[in-house]
């Protein structure tokens, strides 16, 4: 059974930094896209990176891009959401998603996942 476990939200200040982990059980996160996601109240749900299991391309949406990095620590099975300078409209709830589909780049969009994490908490505020 394909199961993700996300960890790591809390509350912090403007310009700060959290890592949020994505816990894999019962399947191998290499061979399997990995993407992150987030919505925030009364907002759609948003891609924010995604990495290919076929390439082991990353990509980031542009709202993150240079703030945020995507790794992996294989003999955990687990994937890292690294966040930093964040910012009070990065406020939403995290989650990470998993599909055995694959392709040189990986799919941004909420719909191509099949397996969701049950989310974590961030919030940034002063």
């Known amino acids: 059974q394909v199961q993700l476990v996300e960890s790591g939200g809390d509350l912090v200040q403007p310009g700060g930094s959290l890592r949020l982990s994505c816990a894999a059980s019962?399947?191998?996160?290499?061979?399997?896209?990995i993407g992150w996601f987030r919505q925030a109240p009364g907002k759609e749900r948003e891609g924010l990176s995604c990495?290919?299991?076929?390439?082991?391309?990353?990509n980031y949406a542009d709202s993150v891009k240079g703030r945020f990095t995507l790794s992996k620590d294989s003999a955990k099975n687990t994937m890292y959401l690294q966040m930093n300078s964040l910012k009070v409209e990065d406020t939403a709830v995290y989650y990470c998603?998993?599909?055995?589909?694959?392709?040189?780049?990986?799919?941004?969009?909420?719909?191509?996942?099949?397996?969701w994490g049950q989310g974590t908490q961030v919030t940034v505020s002063s």
């Open positions: 990495v290919s299991s076929s390439s082991g391309q990353i």
């Open positions: 019962g399947f191998t996160l290499d061979s399997y896209s």
């Open positions: 998603a998993a599909t055995p589909k694959t392709g040189y780049y990986c799919s941004p969009y909420s719909a191509d996942y099949d397996s």
